[in-house]
DNA sequence: TCTGGGGTCCTCTCTCAA
DNA sequence: TCTGTTGAGAGAGGACCC
């Protein structure tokens, strides 16, 4: 049988490059993109500004610490959306086996393209090369015979900061077959899918350290310190075995909205405002994938940052904001907010397409409640021809007009409020 | 005045029914 | 009828990923 070939493409710095692409004069400069406000947090920074320390993930606050003279941009979600798939359409030109990990990296099954394209490095560069001509970005690219190590390939094909720029790395990186343990074993355990800062501490108190000494770890042991089934999957994943495939059509199995608030709130009148607001935006995005959920969580994170959450299934799947946000509304009523509460969700799951059987008290003649799922279906109209904030709940009216939540909104925290 | 948003998956606990 | 066991499902929380 032939090993799979399967390339892992990532792209460098992605919305910061973008940013940089979309204004020239930024070229050679720390950019940082991500939450400009006191809670905010970076998404992407140029390599000029990773040679300051800072990366993502970090709270802007303290990026702006280690470089003040960083230009510091909000993200623009919608741009680096369309960057995207011009990115996309190119891999798409090799094979149908596509699987998004986000806007910027993606894995490609080129195992049936060898023929018509030539070996893995070969489609890899010409990949590399192409995105970089036809949409003027940089990206690196693994080659291996399974997700893991074509993951851990491009993270050694990657570009080193440095406060010049970023210093050019291999750009492309094979792991041939037969050659994956010594390629992996040097490795950081930490650079292991699944190996994040709590997993590290118990396996640090075994002594490891390289993914070499994860492997020389007894799978029972693993399995003691770790359960069943992170303990299986590390040491199978120590010793390269990666059955897991290249998935092209994903189906989502939740939607949801989060926001973290400038300021806490404190009150349930100003929280159940903002449930409907997050509702609405999740039953609009529901109905454009065509789905359903039986249940609604949501979640709420005091000032200390404690995080709750609390859910509940209903019997038939639901799709309206109204729906949506009575049952959200009634789970949050038992949550005392008077901590102060910084950051609030919604969120369905247990998606199926909506159940468009007539219900018993739709039938009766005298029906008291609206239609919510056929006047949902004409707000989406509405705001397909006018826009986003020509129709909404009237709860959610406010001084500055409509206030819809979409996503990409408030990405990377809330905007700066003076 | 530290810590976003949108996800997936796993584990533990509790409840309920067989 | 009572009690113990077991498995499924719901709910909650945590870890992890980009």
Same mark, same amino acid.
């Given at each position: 049988m032939t090993p799979n070939v399967i390339l892992h493409v990532d792209m460098d710095a992605f919305y910061a490059a973008v940013e940089v692409l979309e204004d020239p004069s930024l070229r050679g400069r720390p950019v940082v993109v991500g939450g400009t406000g006191r809670r905010g947090v970076v998404a992407a920074c140029t390599y000029e500004a990773r040679a300051y320390g800072i990366h993502s993930a970090m709270p802007s606050v303290q990026a702006r610490r280690l470089c003040p003279h960083a230009v510091f941009l909000p993200g623009r979600h919608d741009v680096y959306g369309q960057y995207s798939r011009r990115v996309f359409d190119v891999f798409k030109t090799y094979t149908p086996l596509v699987e998004g990990i986000s806007l910027d990296e993606a894995f490609l099954d080129v195992s049936g393209a060898t023929r018509l394209f030539g070996d893995g490095p070969g489609i890899a560069a010409t990949i590399r090369t192409r995105v970089h001509d036809e949409v003027g970005l940089w990206s690196s690219v693994g080659v291996a015979t399974s997700k893991l190590m074509a993951k851990l390939a491009s993270e050694a094909a990657k570009p080193t900061p440095s406060r010049s720029g970023a210093i050019p790395g291999a750009g492309v990186v094979v792991v041939p077959p037969g050659e994956e343990l010594a390629f992996l074993h #040097?490795? #950081? $355990?930490?650079?292991?899918? &699944? $190996? &994040?800062p709590a997993t590290f501490a118990r396996l640090e108190r075994f002594g490891v350290v390289t993914v070499g000494d994860l492997a020389a770890v007894p799978v029972d042991t693993l399995t003691t310190a770790l359960g069943p089934s992170l303990g299986r999957h590390l040491h199978d994943l120590a010793w390269a075995r990666d059955e897991r495939r290249v998935e092209a059509d994903r189906r989502p199995k939740s939607i949801s909205h989060e926001e973290t608030f400038a300021r806490n709130h404190h009150d349930h009148v100003s929280l159940q405002k903002e449930i409907v607001r997050l509702s609405d935006g999740v039953a609009s995005r529901l109905r454009s994938a065509g789905l359903a959920g039986r249940t609604v969580t949501i979640k709420v994170r005091f000032g200390d940052f404690r995080t709750i959450t609390r859910s509940h299934s209903e019997g038939a799947p639901v799709e309206t904001g109204p729906d949506i946000a009575r049952i959200a509304g009634n789970l949050l009523a038992n949550v005392d907010p008077a901590p102060g509460v910084r950051l609030l969700g919604v969120g369905v799951s247990?998606?199926?397409? #909506?159940?468009?059987q007539l219900r018993l008290d739709e039938a009766l003649p005298e029906q008291a409640e609206p239609d919510w799922p056929r006047a949902s279906h004409a707000v989406d109209e509405v705001r397909r021809k006018?826009?986003?904030? *020509?129709? &909404?709940? *009237? *709860?959610? $009216?406010?001084d500055g007009g409509l206030r819809v939540k979409r996503p990409g909104d408030t990405q990377w925290g809330p905007p700066g409020d003076g």
């Open positions: #040097p490795r #950081p $355990v930490r650079s292991l899918w &699944g $190996v &994040g247990q998606l199926a397409p #909506p159940d468009r006018f826009g986003d904030k *020509a129709l &909404g709940p *009237a *709860a959610l $009216v406010g």
